[in-house]
């Protein structure tokens, strides 16, 4: 007997361990955490962190390590001749140097400056393509997830027009084996009940379905269920397209293309460096020092066209970003007021619906009693109950909608996060 208490208990807890109903909140916060695209966005950032490093590095110049051994035809000097010339002087074919060289640009028509402003905007906008990866991951989740809510209702709702043909079937055989019935009766309640116990199973494989693409959205490997959300879905009150994230990321667009134009110009500009050597020659077995330091100027004269070619191609790189803001702006302007419309439309169909389904059970009373009385053939009173069943399904489909719809207009304005 304790046995079998012992066996029981592994049971179950086998099952609590081995199943995981996942709630709304913790499917996003996996996912934020989880989720490819997700952590590719944030590898992006750090990339975009890395090369403005990258620019401002260069504004510092570099510190290398130059050396060389050269055999020559003739001999050489070991160190340049300068006077007062003695006769000792070291000769050899065969010369070597070790030293260090410092280089740096001094100016270069604010070039390297407009680079650093440019890897900055790059910054930002790798950091809105992460927040706008995060809230259309949220919107993905959400849709699957209210998706699988629903179905779960639907199907509740099959069962129940299942078990009312069940019932209506067990009534129908009974009178027909009194005689009271038709055998065409039964005949079309038995293929009604055969229609609802598929479309039962069907929601059953739609629903392991999507909670298959729900894990693999997440980054995880199974989800058993999920729970119910008995929140609405909020929607965002500040709707101004200006707010959104597809148009802040616009705007950082036109704001890099117009850095590329000042960047651009800097080639117009002349060329400033300044260079520094130290280090030993080596021949013979004998060594000298030497050490040089010079600034170096480099203008630019004429190019056959390629400043100006870079130049214009910059105008218009900004002229481009300039009407993708402006369409990001229409665009978003015309989705939210669609968005908005959808969301009344929507709600407007469910207070239809839910009247609709008040008249339909109803309809479905009257016609089982019509029915039981002998006033009304059976079809009539499976159209009832197809009716309403029809009515249930669409008031749920309906509330999905409206859900989304709201979801949707969150997206645009950027609420999920």
Same mark, same amino acid.
């Given at each position: 007997?304790?046995?079998?208490?012992?066996?029981?208990?592994?049971?179950?807890?086998?099952?609590?361990?081995?199943?995981?109903?996942?709630?709304?909140?913790?499917?996003?916060?996996?996912?934020?955490?989880?989720?490819?695209?997700?952590?590719?966005?944030? &590898?992006?950032?750090?990339?975009?962190? &890395?090369?403005?490093?990258?620019?401002?590095?260069?504004?510092?110049?570099?510190?290398?390590?130059?050396?060389?051994?050269?055999?020559?035809?003739?001999?050489?000097?070991?160190?340049?001749?300068?006077?007062?010339?003695?006769?000792?002087?070291?000769?050899?074919?065969?010369?070597?140097?070790?030293?260090?060289?410092?280089?740096?640009?001094?100016?270069?028509?604010?070039?390297?400056?407009?680079?650093?402003?440019?890897?900055?905007?790059?910054?930002? /906008?790798?950091?809105?393509?992460?927040?706008?990866?995060?809230?259309?991951?949220?919107?993905?989740?959400?849709?699957?997830?209210?998706?699988?809510?629903?179905?779960?209702?639907?199907?509740?709702?099959?069962?129940?027009?299942?078990?009312?043909?069940?019932?209506?079937?067990?009534?129908?055989?009974?009178?027909?084996?009194?005689?009271?019935?038709?055998?065409?009766?039964?005949?079309?309640?038995?293929?009604?009940?055969?229609?609802?116990?598929?479309?039962?199973?069907?929601?059953?494989?739609?629903?392991? /379905?999507?909670?298959?693409?729900?894990?693999?959205?997440?980054?995880?490997?199974?989800?058993?269920?999920?729970?119910?959300?008995?929140?609405?879905?909020?929607?965002?009150?500040? /709707?101004?397209?200006?707010?959104?994230?597809?148009?802040?990321?616009?705007?950082?667009?036109? &704001?890099?293309?117009?850095?590329?134009?000042?960047?651009?110009?800097?080639?117009?500009?002349?060329?400033?460096?300044?260079?520094?050597?130290?280090?030993?020659?080596?021949?013979?077995?004998?060594?000298?020092?030497?050490?040089?330091?010079?600034?170096?100027?480099?203008?630019?004269?004429?190019?056959?066209?390629?400043?100006?070619?870079?130049?214009?191609?910059?105008?218009?790189?900004?002229?481009?970003?300039?009407?993708?803001?402006?369409?990001?702006?229409?665009?978003?302007?015309?989705?939210?007021?669609?968005?908005?419309?959808?969301?009344?439309?929507?709600?407007?169909?469910?207070?239809?619906?839910?009247?609709?389904?008040?008249?339909?059970?109803?309809?479905?009373?009257?016609?089982?009693?019509?029915?039981?009385?002998?006033?009304?053939?059976?079809?009539?009173?499976?159209?009832?109950?197809?009716?309403?069943?029809?009515?249930?399904?669409?008031?749920?489909?309906?509330?999905?909608?409206?859900?989304?719809?709201?979801?949707?207009?969150?997206?645009?304005?950027?609420?999920?996060?």
């Amino acid at each position: 007997m304790d046995r079998c208490r012992k066996l029981f208990a592994a049971a179950l807890l086998f099952v609590f361990q081995s199943s995981w109903a996942i709630t709304l909140n913790e499917a996003i916060d996996t996912a934020l955490k989880k989720a490819p695209s997700i952590l590719l966005e944030k &590898e992006k950032i750090n990339q975009a962190i &890395e090369e403005k490093r990258v620019k401002k590095a260069k504004n510092f110049g570099s510190i290398n390590v130059v050396g060389s051994y050269t055999t020559y035809n003739i001999p050489r000097t070991l160190a340049p001749i300068v006077p007062p010339i003695t006769p000792d002087l070291v000769t050899s074919k065969d010369i070597g140097t070790l030293g260090l060289k410092y280089d740096v640009m001094l100016f270069n028509g604010f070039s390297d400056l407009r680079s650093i402003e440019i890897a900055e905007l790059s910054k930002k /906008i790798s950091k809105t393509d992460f927040a706008l990866s995060k809230e259309q991951l949220i919107y993905n989740i959400k849709s699957i997830y209210f998706k699988i809510l629903t179905l779960k209702k639907e199907r509740v709702s099959a069962l129940s027009y299942q078990e009312a043909l069940e019932t209506l079937q067990s009534k129908v055989e009974k009178e027909y084996e009194l005689g009271k019935k038709a055998k065409l009766d039964l005949l079309k309640v038995a293929s009604e009940l055969e229609i609802a116990k598929y479309n039962s199973l069907n929601i059953d494989n739609s629903i392991n /379905i999507l909670k298959a693409k729900l894990a693999s959205l997440i980054g995880i490997e199974k989800i058993d269920s999920v729970e119910d959300v008995y929140d609405e879905e909020k929607v965002n009150p500040n /709707i101004e397209p200006k707010n959104s994230l597809i148009y802040k990321k616009a705007l950082l667009d036109t &704001e890099k293309s117009k850095k590329g134009i000042s960047k651009a110009k800097a080639l117009y500009y002349p060329k400033v460096a300044f260079n520094a050597y130290y280090g030993d020659n080596f021949a013979s077995g004998e060594q000298e020092e030497l050490w040089q330091a010079g600034v170096s100027i480099n203008i630019p004269l004429y190019d056959f066209g390629n400043r100006d070619a870079q130049f214009q191609k910059a105008k218009i790189a900004y002229i481009i970003s300039g009407h993708k803001l402006k369409n990001s702006y229409l665009k978003l302007k015309s989705d939210i007021v669609d968005a908005k419309e959808h969301i009344v439309t929507a709600t407007a169909k469910i207070e239809a619906l839910k009247k609709q389904l008040e008249f339909l059970t109803k309809i479905e009373e009257s016609e089982k009693i019509k029915y039981q009385n002998g006033v009304s053939d059976v079809y009539d009173l499976l159209l009832a109950i197809s009716k309403k069943r029809k009515a249930d399904s669409d008031l749920i489909g309906a509330t999905y909608d409206l859900t989304m719809r709201r979801a949707y207009l969150n997206l645009l304005v950027g609420q999920n996060i």
